[in-house]
């Protein structure tokens, strides 16, 4: 008989419900168990999206669980967290957040569950260390779904403005989640030529190849999301699931996940969204990229973040 695919969804806000709603529509998995604070909401929602079965391609066996179904579980998924108050530090946001993680992390541990954390709760850098460092578990074994979103929102904007599909263009953005990230635009390509090249062989086109505006859309897109409609979900629903099939099927993609750099740039004890191979055993191999000295140093700065927001955190 084949392996189950198991996820566990903890959290049914809307970052969690379009990511069930989305893998429900791509059959991904096999078994989802919804689990939430408010247990009839997750009843509720399992009742909704196993109402959908009969349109879908997929013979999931969705249903409200608890904790302790994690034990046969592949893929924990957490997207649960408390909203800032109006004037709260982050600093504080991150310390009440701790406080939900630790309510979460032990008694799925504790299950005996022995698969995959998949973190989409923010600042999602810093929430997947403390997963981490609260479930004992090995580093790639815990992965958040760091730069994923951000870096097919790039690509898609550099496809657009270059008139390109964005699957041909080879781009990322790195660093943390959030206001320090960036794009080594050293590392850009269309196909297997460097966006630089591509720039000096046309003069005439300098405009088309100017990328100042796109970095900065890209970093502020969330903003403009949530300006418009208080929220953003169905994109970081889409990434986790892409996430989520890079490893089900053991494909050994690379994805910008956010994952613990040791050593690598010259960085260690950080979370941070980098270029990693992804498959059956979660993070198989984090890739250094060849940064030059100012790419570089906007990466240890967003290191720094990340450093300076877990440090402040009691345990």
């Known amino acids: 008989m084949p392996d189950t695919r198991k996820v566990m969804l903890i959290g049914c806000g809307m970052v969690g419900m379009s990511y069930a709603y989305a893998l429900l529509n791509q059959n991904i998995v096999d078994e989802l168990v919804l689990v ?33 179904d994690a034990k046969d579980a592949d893929i924990v998924v957490i997207a649960a967290g408390v909203n800032q ?21 032990e008694p799925v541990v504790a299950s005996g569950f022995s698969g995959i954390f998949l973190i989409a709760t923010n600042p ?23 730069t994923t979103l951000d870096t097919a929102r790039l690509r898609y904007l550099i496809g657009a403005k270059l008139k390109i599909d964005p699957r ?5 953005v790195i660093g943390e989640h959030g206001d320090s990230e960036f794009v080594p635009w050293s590392q850009a390509h269309v196909s297997t030529v460097s966006l630089d090249e591509i720039k000096a062989k046309n003069p005439d086109r300098d ?19 949530i300006a418009a409609k208080n929220a953003t979900y169905y994109g970081i629903g889409m990434a ?29 004890g950080a979370y941070l969204g980098l270029p990693c191979i992804v498959g059956r055993e979660g993070r198989i191999k984090l890739i250094e990229l060849d940064l030059n000295n100012e ?20 345990f």
């Open 36 to 68: 939430d604070v408010n247990k009839d909401k997750a009843m509720g929602e399992a009742m909704d999206l196993n109402h959908g079965l009969a349109f879908a391609s997929s013979s999931m066996k969705i249903y409200a669980g608890d904790y302790s």
């Open 85 to 105: 108050k109006p004037g709260e530090s982050r600093i504080d946001l991150l310390g009440r957040n701790t406080a939900v993680f630790k309510s979460i992390i």
């Open 124 to 146: 999602v850098d810093v929430m997947s260390q403390i997963t981490l460092k609260l479930s004992g578990f090995s580093p790639d074994k815990v992965i958040g779904s760091g």
């Open 168 to 172: 041909n263009v080879h781009a990322y």
């Open 207 to 225: 405009s088309d190849f100017d990328m100042s505006e796109i970095e900065v859309e890209v970093r502020e897109a969330a903003q403009k999301i």
């Open 240 to 268: 986790l699931v892409r996430i989520t099939r890079a490893i089900f099927s053991n494909e050994h993609s690379i994805l910008t996940i956010s994952s613990l750099v040791d050593g690598e740039y010259g960085i260690s």
């Open 295 to 314: 790419e570089h140093k906007k990466l240890e700065h967003s290191a720094a973040v990340i450093k300076d927001a877990f440090s402040c955190i009691q």
